[in-house]
């Protein structure tokens, strides 16, 4: 089966996950906003650092 990649963005962060699905998903019905499940602003000390 083909996968397509999809975007997922943070509410809180706006940061862009891309995650492979099959292409029969029902992408109508998918939500591409998620939360990250720890602490956003550590990602942010990490792009500081880069």
Known sequence: ???VEV???CINCERIVIE???EDTDFGKLDTDFEHDFDCSEL???DEDD
């Open 1 to 3: 089966m083909k996968m």
């Open 7 to 9: 975007e997922f963005r």
């Open 20 to 22: 492979l699905y099959p």
């Open 44 to 46: 942010d000390e990490l």
